[in-house]
């Protein structure tokens, strides 16, 4: 399945897209830049950067910094990734960063998410400004 997930709200993309996959079935994630979390921009800043300065460089715990890896260490957390069933559904997901010419004519129409457009209030942030405040590089 492949998902176009521009303004949709991440938290509520990881739980559908944590359900398609342990059902053994493929997930392509696109525009993972566009992706928004709900919530003002002050506090995300602040929870992010401080799950970033927490630890040591070198033994961790490690945030990603680019908007893919962003999204997938996000549906990481919904999945019991080190389990017998949660390994191999984790490599199940692929995300991208834009859309990639190969995936332009698969996008998959019956897949439904909530929108930024949505919420009842207008406090949210993208992915890619995130990950961008953090360090990260697009």
Do not use: W
């Not at 559908?16 to 059902?23: D, G, M, Y």
């Not at 080190?82 to 960063?97: L, N």
């Amino acid at each position: 399945m492949v998902i176009d997930a521009d303004k949709c709200i991440l938290g509520r993309l990881a739980v559908e897209v944590s359900k398609i996959v342990r059902l053994r079935k493929e997930v392509i994630i696109l525009n993972c830049e566009k992706i928004v979390i709900s919530g003002s921009r002050k506090y995300i800043l602040e929870h992010y950067l401080t799950r970033l300065h927490r630890g040591s460089t070198e033994k961790g715990p490690f945030q990603p910094k680019k908007a893919d890896r962003f999204v997938r260490r996000t549906i990481r957390g919904m999945l019991n990734y080190k389990g017998f069933y949660g390994k191999p559904a984790y490599a199940r997901i692929k995300t991208f960063i834009g859309v990639p010419d190969e995936y332009k004519n698969l996008i998959s129409k019956d897949f439904k998410c909530k929108k930024s457009s949505d919420l009842m209030h207008n406090k949210f942030m993208p992915v890619g400004e995130l990950c961008t405040q953090l360090g990260g590089k697009l």
